[in-house]
């Protein structure tokens, strides 16, 4: 991941220093496995807990070898001494590189998972405090009916909640380890070691394995992460869109020294959020390798190796990355409740239209005559900049069935509100 994008709780968990104690850790539970067991000579997991690997010497050997395993192997054995001949012993490269690699996806998914937690919280706060201020729906970017602004955060938070479920799920489906060989079918080690081994561990033993745990994993657990990030997408697309001049109803926080634009100072722009939409779009494009590596050849090739180098750690990278950015902007988000009223105001009543439609059929009217009625009114309404409630106890036809009083109150906004309590029952 490049630096401007890097986060250091991901950093820490996807560097080359961090893979290499992982692998160690793997390396130094199998050999206590086995020791145990006799399979081996005592002493090496004892050596093992006090080696350090050197990425430089890993890396110096790989030039040499073309495998980054063996080279790391290589770099362990020099400072095991005699112990080292046992290192790996019955193991293939993806027995230790997959089960690590579980272990890391664990770690991760635990920063992802409490930055989810803060941003429920502050979306919570969003929508409980907001609840009853009224804003124009929109649908096609056109005005629809009434809601809250809390209403529309509640939608948000509700999102990212289910978000959050699939990706606990596809944590805990990716939380496999593998022990069973080059071809997957215990060759050299029995099930039961594997099964002590991933006890260890806290990871499940993959039930039946090729030379790799199945992808099939790795791309529920990216899918899931890439869900979740479009939920955030939604949340910056919307901000941005309220955010423009001709709305004006919410503004992204903007610094003391924060510049908008490099010619024009009157700038303010919801910058934080297109980066978030932005970023999206690269996460997107990350699961089209991650489900073509479902597919390897027969029992596996190396072609999701590459890919996986990137997609794996820079998805959580971008996720967390966008995760600390939605957080920053939602916590020092600026509503603007009197432009929201403006908008409602500014509709001239229109969003009453099908409240009003519905009383004439009500009444005894058919809906197509109620339908074009009320749509020709409503246009003059918006053309003349009157209100819709005005042309109505005015125009003879609905005087017939409806009194003054009766439309009056087809356009009190606390009828549209009323059941927006019901979006809070999870909150």
Known sequence: MIDRYKTEKIDRIFNEDHKYEKWLTVEKTVAEVQEGLGIIPRGLSRRLAKVKVDPRRVNEIEKKTNHDVIAFLEAVREKAGRTGKWLHFGMTSYDLVDTALSLMIREAGVVIDGEISVLLRTLKKIARRYRNTPQMGRTHGVFAQPITFGFKAAS???????????????????AYGKLSG????????????????????????????TQVIPRDRLAALLSSLILYACALERIATEIRNLARSEIGEVTEPFGHDQKGSSAMPHKQNPVICERVCGLVKVLRGYMIPAFENINLWHERDISNSAAERIIIGDT?????????????????????????????????????????????????MSRRDAYDIIQSLSFRAIREKRGLAGIAKSDPRIKKLLTAQEIELVFDLRWFLRNIRNAYKLL
């Open 182 to 209: 080059a071809v997957g079918a215990y060759t050299i080690l029995d099930p039961p070691i594997e099964k002590r081994v991933m006890k260890k561990l806290r990871l499940k033993p993959e039930p039946v394995a």
């Open 316 to 364: 959580f990278h971008l996720v967390h990355y966008i995760t600390q950015k939605m957080i920053d902007v939602l916590v020092g988000i600026v509503v603007h409740p009197d432009r929201m009223l403006e908008h409602i105001k500014n509709s001239q009543g229109v969003y009453a239209s099908q409240f009003l439609m519905n009383k004439l059929i009500e009444r005894g």
């Open 156 to 174: 948000w938070y509700n999102e990212v909640a289910r978000a959050r479920v699939r990706f606990r799920t596809a944590a805990s489906a990716a």
